[in-house]
């Protein structure tokens, strides 16, 4: 299908995923210029009003960017509204982004029609993240323009099903935006992604790895040192099942093959979780896709990266499978 004019300027079709606590504006900013969708949880601006420091921000630094690159104008930007009932700021925060008319608005844990449309009303457009077809058609009804389905090997909070199979069930009666979520690390990735139906893909881990990424170096560390065997799924730290890195969970002194189970109804997805361990400032979240992350790097370079691999990937496909 034709993605909305929105995302006209991609150079590349990926989003980058919101990172609770690592994405800031920095991060942001370097992801837009560098021309793929840069996004933030709203809830990683703290205090409240600081949201209307960073909009303001990101508006104005792309916004100058655009008047002295016009050959290579910005991607646009997503704020990450969790919409569980644990989150008490949500209506504030939905003010303050209609105030700056935020682009994309990713949805998460909930779907809200009064939401979806205050966003339209502003001339934004929504994606709701999903785990499974049901909530896909949820969220559709609901009003959402797209959908991120979270196949399995996604980081933070995933599902458990094929990436293969989530889209086939989705692209049998949604013909709208896609963006893949789910261990997805390198340009091929990327490709593979539009191969099954998907219109873009949705990259999280990789980025934790970024120089402008506001991440423990620790945590880069454990990015680039990691492989898919160092992920641990587990709903204990927040209620609801998650990926996380092995090694946070053993120096945060527990066992990460004996884990108990968490409590959905007692959790709080700002606060801490079911233990006194905080996902994801002790535990921290990534997916199986960062066997690909072999360096600390700025998004610049990043980016050049994935988009040298998407391009080598596509080129190598010509004529081989001429049947």
């Keep these: ?5 929105i995302f006209d300027n991609l150079r590349l079709p990926l989003i980058g995923s919101p990172l609770f606590i690592v994405s800031g504006p920095e991060l942001v900013i370097a992801q837009c210029k560098a021309g793929i ?15 209307d420091e960073w909009l303001h921000q990101i508006t104005e630094e792309l916004a100058a960017w ?7 104008p910005a991607a646009p930007y997503a704020v990450n509204q969790i919409v569980h009932k644990s989150n008490d ?19 998460s844990l909930g779907a809200r029609v009064e939401l979806n449309d205050a966003v339209h009303n502003w001339g934004g457009i929504t994606l709701h993240d999903i785990i499974n077809d049901f909530y896909a058609r949820k969220a559709v009804e609901k009003g959402a323009d797209g959908l991120i389905p979270v196949a399995a090997g996604a980081g933070g909070h995933a599902g458990v099903t094929s990436p293969f199979a989530l889209i086939s069930e989705i ?37 934790i790895a970024a120089k402008e ?24 730290f927040t209620g609801v099942s998650g990926n996380y890195l092995r090694g946070s969970i053993e120096n945060a002194g527990l066992d990460p093959d004996n884990l108990p189970e968490g409590d959905y ?35 610049q370079e990043m980016v050049d990266i994935l988009t040298d691999e998407y391009r080598a990937a596509r080129e190598s496909l010509k004529g081989r499978f001429d049947y």
Excluded at 89 to 107: A, F, G, S, Y
Excluded at 215 to 233: N, S
Excluded at 267 to 282: H, I, Q, V, Y
Aim: a neutral charge; one cysteine or more; hydrophobic letters at 40%.
């Design 89 to 107: 700021r949500l209506m504030q925060d939905i003010q303050t982004c209609e105030k700056w008319k935020v682009p994309i608005t990713i949805t």
């Design 66 to 72: 655009n008047r002295e690159n016009p050959d290579k």
């Design 1 to 5: 299908m034709t993605l909305p004019a």
């Design 213 to 236: 990424a506001n991440a423990d170096q620790g945590y880069k560390d454990g990015i680039v040192e990691g492989r898919a065997k160092d992920i641990v799924y587990s709903d204990l």
């Design 171 to 207: 692209r049998e009666w949604f013909d709208g935006p896609i963006a893949l979520s789910g261990s997805i690390g390198t340009g091929a990735n990327i490709l593979g992604a539009q191969a099954m139906g998907a219109d873009l893909a949705y990259m999280g881990s990789a980025f």
């Design 265 to 299: 109804k007692t959790m709080n997805f700002g606060s801490g979780g079911n233990t006194d361990k905080k996902a994801w400032k002790d535990i921290w979240g990534s997916g199986q896709g960062i066997g690909a992350i072999d360096e600390v790097r700025p998004v």
């Design 37 to 51: 969708v840069g996004s933030f949880p709203a809830l990683n601006a703290r205090p409240q009003s600081m949201l």
